[in-house]
């Protein structure tokens, strides 16, 4: 049995090492790492800025000479089936916006100890990113804005390529971001997905004290023309059920949240809606524990992390 034990072994070794070609890496400036491109890519001004962040959060911003294959590795250093399409950015107009955005609209709100083990080593900024996709007698072109599940990367795409009328149909065109309302958009998708990802490894807890007031046992309302009664969820200190940056859906069932689910339900209010947006939606006068817990959130995460989640559900002010 023993030659099973050693093939076993080997074949682990062979797994491991293949994923790293060494003739790709580079000594990294920090020291900190290993990467598989030149750091910085150029002498530009927003080259300066990619330098700044990867110093402060560790994370390299890569925009030009990559592959396609960069987005579709595995941890066996293989290829299989593209998933994904992309290139390198094709202009210092289009490198210059996107870092702009990066460094104004995402890591501005952010500081390290949020965002602790949250990055992979490389954020790609792609031009035309697109997944294809058969639909019948139809070749689809999927654009892709923003892929969270890379191996060893996230990136964004903001410049799109060529498409066609049906897949545009399907899909809708991806356009760069323009007015206030598209960047606060852009970054609130981003930002949801940097915090939600933080939330999860632990490097924002919850205060005991918050739970204090809330019933996670009796069941809630939330069917339209409910919304006077007791147990109405936002009356119960329940913001919804959170999907994502744009949806913070009804809670439909006491059963579909918990603590944790509730806590992170509030970062999620707190950089979704103004208190403007939020009368509108739930008034404070008919949901005083929701606005109770609202503030004592957004007060803990300004207080206790740096980070201000009333900034991020403003429109942006542009110039």
Known sequence: MKWRYYLYSLLGC???FSCYNEDTLTDDASGEDLVRFEFPQGTNSWDDDVVAIKEKFNVCIIYKDFQASDLNR???GTIGSQTYFGEGLKSDEQAEFMISFMKNHVFAYLNPAITQKVFPMYYYMVYDCHAPFVFGPYNLKAPMKNIFDGMDYWSLCMFYGESDPTSDMFYGRLEAPETPEDFW??????????LEKAYEKGNI???????????YKTEVESDPGTEGNPNYYTKRGFPGASYGFLRLDALRGIGNTNPSKNFFAYI???MRYTSEELEAKHPKANNPLLWEKRQYVLNYMKTKYDLDLEAIAKIPAMN
């Open 14 to 16: 062979v797994l491991f």
């Open 74 to 76: 595995t941890w066996t």
């Open 185 to 194: 958009e852009w970054r609130g998708v981003i930002l949801y997905e940097i």
């Open 205 to 215: 807890i919850i205060p005991e004290e918050f739970q204090a007031g809330i019933d």
């Open 268 to 270: 999620h209010l707190g």
